[in-house]
């Protein structure tokens, strides 16, 4: 064994040439484990993680690095994620998408279809997924369109797309309106056993808004988007879950009352999950101040009181898991007036920071934080990730919990700029990111 | 000299009471120019206004122009087509390429709420704003009030009873505002679609009856309904507003004997005013005109001039 201290010349672990690195906390979710020890990783894989780990010695000929004060986490999983390639590749493409990622600790993400040409046929998900293996540093998933070019009328080939590496179905940004089209589609979907993730809004209710309605959006003079365009398609959907029985993952709510929806078809046996975006759990309507479009996203930021109950709803575990519903945008769609402006945050390198401030805040714990940003969303997608069980594929990302630093928007990998937290000060920061064994990323200056 | 620390004029919001009183005094200083007969000044000579309206307002424009004009400036209208696809770039775009004319200052109206403000960090010279979507006009703000004030000799404690389409309109944003600011009590009345979410926590009595809302007010403020939205969207059709909602004569007698009668412009008559009231002996909706006129005056009076600038802001 050799020691280093961690350092970003450090050579990055060969395949083959076991890593142990010592001194750490390890949260591992999956197992409900939470203490100091050891993590060996050998061939891209974990061969062991926790207290006993460097039981039975270190690996001949490994490389030892002390982790002292820094915690080992399964790598994120961000099941939300939109890029611009192809299409728009000057907004981001999967390999700056993928280094933003391993940025923010996310080892494995899932693209949106919401591409141009829109991913809804097997040679898009094909095309998708061999960018990823070749360009990108982490695993890149694909979500295929529900419905062809995202149009909610007809689905698409959900069996040779599923079978073409496709990890569920959305229909991104689009909510689908038809009601006999959904419950189509899901009850085709079942026995695929894939995911139909979805976002909802109402097309009449919600039409023209682009704020969440109530007093700051009337001083603004901005039209409001009512909470019930948010809840009423979401408890549609949720009796079309049942209906059919397939599984469902509302995929970004906002409000506490489709957290309770979603409870309710829990109870009643469907197979549903809920899906947060960071931002929805860390900002609210009152950021957007004198017009800032960077904070115009999609569901709108809801009220402090409504952002309160969410992070509670997740430190109780009704939402399952947060994404970082990281969708860049350009100068061109967001130096706008307000009610023009894209809506979209990037999210990938902030994710995990903002996430923290849950947990230093008390109002979440570290393990229940983890399991909604890596354990439970592999689970839910099917993702080999979101462990440092033995045997798992050694995805895991290296934070200090007390590290302050500032966002600046000139340090962002992303190729987009649009984050509603430059001049942020976090507490907590990813120090190096592993995927399959291989460093990509380390933050240590 | 009073301080008025703003470089651009984007709402009534950031002004403070006795900002408010400035532009109020200034302006019926400028009422008197308007009224000689040598109604030309070089109070702003060698300065340029440029009037940015991506809407079309004939009145709001030329109520402008002659306020330039008649300080002296140069004044220069362009008004940009509204291509609803791509208006914010044609916003910042045009914006920019104005701003390296060195103008001095920019009025803008545009459809879009925010416009003035995004526009005002984007160029170096002062904005003024001439209606931004559905968020603030100000200058019509302060002209009710100088109209107000000039009729009724003060603005505390008076009743005003803002009526109509409340929830499309920057005119009742912009007015509560400033009035709540002065001391005035201000009520809105309306059928509830044309009030906005939150209406009850913005400093206002609601009333959906104009008997109810009307009775005892110093000042009924009626605004103008957009034709697209009288037939079956916000209200089921003309004749059913103008029966609950329509200024007439029978329903301007709950107001105080002397309560003055107005209206922004450009009125629909049989819409949401009676002629009889439009054209009554009540009706200072022509004066309002004339106060347009001095208010800009005194605002780019106030803008303009180095020595009312203190830190900017």
């Known amino acids: 064994m050799t020691d280093t201290v961690l350092a970003p010349d450090a050579a990055p672990a060969q395949a083959g040439r076991p890593l142990a690195l010592t001194n750490l906390r390890i949260v ?110 982490v695993n890149v998933h694909a979500a295929a369109a529900l419905t062809r070019g995202l149009h909610g009328e007809e689905m698409t080939e959900l069996g040779l797309l599923r079978e073409a590496g496709a990890v569920c179905f959305t229909n991104g940004r689009e909510p689908i309106h038809d009601t006999l089209v959904l419950r189509r589609a899901m009850t085709y979907a079942r026995d695929f056993d894939t995911v139909i993730a979805l976002e909802t809004r109402d097309r009449y209710l919600g039409a023209g808004g682009v704020m969440n309605e109530g007093l700051l959006a009337s001083w603004l003079g901005l039209a409001g ?139 979440v714990p570290l393990m229940r934080l983890i399991d909604a940003l890596s354990t439970r969303p592999a689970r839910i997608f099917g993702l080999d990730a979101g462990t440092l069980a033995p045997g798992a594929r050694a995805d895991l990302t290296l934070i200090d919990l007390e590290e302050p630093w500032v966002v600046a928007r000139e340090q962002l990998l992303s190729r987009s700029k649009n984050t509603p937290f430059e001049n942020a000060r976090f507490t907590g920061r990813v120090v190096e990111t592993y995927v399959g064994g291989k460093r990509v990323h380390t933050g240590r200056a | 000299m009073s301080h008025f620390p703003h470089r651009h004029l984007l709402g009534i919001k950031g002004l403070t009471e006795p900002e408010i009183t400035l532009l109020l005094d200034r302006a019926d200083e400028a009422v008197q120019i308007s009224r000689q007969a040598q109604k030309k000044t070089s109070t702003l000579r060698g300065l340029t206004q440029i009037n940015l309206f991506f809407e079309a307002s004939t009145r709001t424009q030329s109520s402008f122009e002659l306020a330039g004009k008649r300080l002296g400036a140069d004044v220069m209208n362009m008004s940009v087509g509204n291509s609803s696809v791509k208006k914010g770039e044609t916003l910042i775009d045009t914006a920019m390429t104005l701003n390296a004319m060195h103008p001095d200052v920019l009025v803008v109206r545009h459809s879009s709420a925010g416009a003035a403000a995004l526009l005002a960090q984007k160029v170096s010279c002062s904005v003024v704003n001439a209606g931004d979507g559905q968020h603030e006009h100000p200058t019509q703000a302060l002209l009710d009030a100088l109209t107000i004030r000039r009729a009724k000799g003060k603005l505390s404690r008076i009743i005003v009873a803002i009526c109509g389409d409340v929830l499309h309109s920057r005119v009742a944003r912009s007015n509560i505002l400033l009035l709540n600011r002065m001391g005035a009590r201000v009520r809105v009345v309306a059928p509830a679609t044309l009030l906005p979410a939150g209406i009850a926590d913005m400093s206002v009595e609601v009333f959906h009856s104009m008997e109810e809302g009307l009775k005892d007010a ?79 005056m005194a605002v780019m009076e106030t803008l303009l001039l180095s020595e009312n600038r203190g830190p900017r802001s």
Request: glycine letters at 8%; a negative charge.
């Open chain 1, 28 to 137: 591992d979710p999956a197992r409900n484990l939470d203490e100091t020890g050891t993590v060996l990783i050998a061939e891209g894989r974990i061969l062991a993680a926790g207290r006993d780990a460097a039981n039975q010695g270190l690996p001949e000929g490994g490389q030892r690095i002390d982790c002292t004060d820094l915690v080992a986490i399964p790598g994120l999983v961000d099941t939300r994620v939109f890029v611009g390639e192809p299409g728009a590749e000057h907004r981001e493409t999967i390999a700056s998408a993928a280094r933003a990622a391993a940025a923010g600790g996310i080892t494995s993400f899932v693209a949106m279809p919401d591409t141009d040409p829109v991913i809804d046929d097997v040679a898009l998900i094909e095309f998708l997924l061999k960018t990823g293996r070749d360009k990108a540093v």
């Open chain 1, 225 to 363: 988007i009512p909470r019930e365009a948010e809840i009423i398609p979401l408890e549609r959907d949720l009796r079309i879950a049942s209906l059919t029985k397939a599984r469902y993952h509302a995929a970004k709510i906002s409000l506490p009352e489709s957290v309770e929806a979603v409870n309710a078809a829990k109870a009643r046996g469907a197979k549903v999950s809920a899906g947060i975006s960071i931002n929805h759990l860390t900002l609210n309507e009152n950021d957007i101040g004198d017009y800032r479009t960077f904070f115009k996203v999609s569901p709108p930021l809801r009220a402090e009181d409504d952002r309160r109950a969410m992070v509670e709803a997740l430190a109780k575990g009704e939402i399952d898991i947060i994404s970082s519903s990281h969708d860049p945008q350009d100068v061109d769609t967001k130096r706008l007036p307000f009610a023009d402006a894209a809506d979209g945050a990037i999210g990938l390198e902030t994710m995990l920071a903002a996430a923290l401030r849950l947990h230093h805040s008390g109002e």
């Open chain 2, 218 to 296: 110093d000042v009924v403020m009626m605004l103008r309904l957009q034709r697209e939205r009288m037939a079956g969207s916000f209200v089921p059709s003309v004749r059913e507003y103008f029966r609950y909602y329509g200024l007439d004569a029978e329903k301007l007698k709950a107001a105080k004997e002397d309560a003055l009668v107005m209206h922004p412009g450009p009125m629909n008559r049989g819409v949401e005013i009676a002629s009889e009231v439009a054209d009554g002996p009540q009706s200072v909706i022509e004066a309002q005109v004339e106060m347009g006129v001095a208010v800009r």
